[in-house]
């Protein structure tokens, strides 16, 4: 199994919902990742989890939070989002611990986020 | 202000030419570079690499070269064919990954 699977592919959130991201791995990976990607733009660092700890937050907002339940899955958490962090949120993993320049990340599919 | 630039936004190139996708960077001090692909509705999947200490790296069709001097990176596809028609993202990393802007290429029959 080398996929990393998301859910859901795609969300309508309310600016005062709440509602979560899921990602999941079976590789055995270390490390886990949510990128963010706007259109036309490069996918942007959010988070790092490094074996199950969070090592990297890229100052991103508190609205948004993580969470590593176990070594395979990944969480986002999502309340109160703004119209402008309608983005797609990339999972992805890597074998060893994340700080690694060689390390190949693997990605999902990503969940397309559409805040109105 | 962008550490990685892919200055062309698309390239359109004939089947069995040559594909050559460029990349830029201003940071001196990423040891590691990376290509991914993206297809819509789908997340990027890594494609080749090359470390710093090298100047070039093959895999099949594909050829990643680097120009330290320049802070250049390109990626040779030869040849072309329909099913590389995607999304290139160029990427650098000291330890986390910065990536492009990417470069959309289509390939024509």
């Known amino acids: 199994d080398t996929e990393v699977t998301q859910t859901p592919k795609h969300l309508v959130m309310g600016m005062t919902n709440k509602k979560s991201l899921k990602c999941e791995q079976h590789m055995g990976h270390r490390a886990m990742y949510w990128y963010k990607q706007k259109a036309k733009k490069p996918p942007e660092l959010m988070f790092v989890y490094s074996y199950e700890k969070l090592s990297i937050n890229e100052s991103v907002p508190s609205r948004f939070s993580p969470e590593c339940p176990n070594s395979s899955l990944l969480n986002l958490h999502l309340h109160a989002l703004q119209p402008e962090d309608s983005a797609l949120y990339l999972c992805?993993?890597?074998?060893?611990?994340?700080?690694?320049?060689?390390?190949?990340?693997?990605f999902g599919s990503g969940t397309q986020l559409s805040v109105l | 202000d962008q550490q990685v630039k892919q200055n062309s936004p698309s390239l359109s190139v004939q089947e069995g030419r040559i594909s050559i996708l460029n990349c830029d960077y201003t940071?001196?001090?990423?040891?590691?570079f990376l290509w991914y692909k993206k297809y819509p509705a789908e997340g990027p999947t890594f494609l080749i690499s090359i470390s710093s200490i090298k100047d070039k790296n093959e895999d099949g069709r594909f050829t990643v070269f680097l120009n330290k001097s320049a802070k250049h990176l390109s990626l040779h596809i030869v040849p072309s064919q329909p099913g590389d028609s995607a999304v290139y993202f160029c990427?650098?990393?000291?330890?986390?990954?910065?990536f492009g802007k990417g470069t959309k290429l289509s390939v024509k029959p």
């Open positions: 992805a993993s890597s074998q060893a611990g994340g700080r690694q320049s060689n390390e190949k990340l693997f």
């Open positions: 990427a650098a990393s000291q330890g986390n990954l910065i």
């Open positions: 940071n001196s001090m990423f040891d590691y």
